[in-house]
């Protein structure tokens, strides 16, 4: 081979190559552009959906703050209104509690005082009339014991079904309200993570 054509070749493979080479650094370069319009043209597009959502969002927050408020309103008088239904309720209660106690204090007093005339006979009378009255006597108390038991209990269970009423009044008030407040918890949450 002479060195004309060995150099002619090397020219031809050096242009080939330097050719290959310039498609390739213009392909990366057109590439490179249509991605930076693409992404100009939908931070544009992004932007201007911004723009028009935020007036949405503004007006849905304040929307939902003057629902909220009226509603911490309404629930405000329905709090009040129940809290003066349980302070009567409780009133009620203490004034039937107090006269259960007075009508036993009453009840107990009288019977001492009809044992003590009992006793004070007893002394005059013998030893076998004295167990009678003494056996009659501890009957009239462990009588006196199970119907104070028993009014006892049905005070309490009056008392606790007034406590279950308002324990449960107080439930149906506040989970409405803690459900709402989740709601809008998780609501501000997903648009942050936008």
Sequence with gaps: MSEKEETEQNEAKENLLLKGWNDFVSNITEGYSKFQKSVEENTKKNKELWNQNQEKINQFFKGARENWDATFKEWGVELEKTHKENTAAW????EKMSEFFKKKQESWDAKLKEWKVDLEKRQIETKE????RKLKISEDVKNWQEKTKKDWEKGLKSFRREM?????????FMIPLLVI??????????????
Excluded at 91 to 94: A, G, R, Y
Excluded at 164 to 172: E, Q, R
Excluded at 181 to 194: A, E, G, K, P
């Design 164 to 172: 279950i009423k308002g324990s449960y009044m107080c439930l149906i």
């Design 181 to 194: 407040f989740f709601v809008i918890v998780m609501l501000i949450t997903r648009l942050f993570d936008y």
């Design 129 to 132: 009339q004295w167990e009678a």
């Design 91 to 94: 009133e009620n209660n203490l």
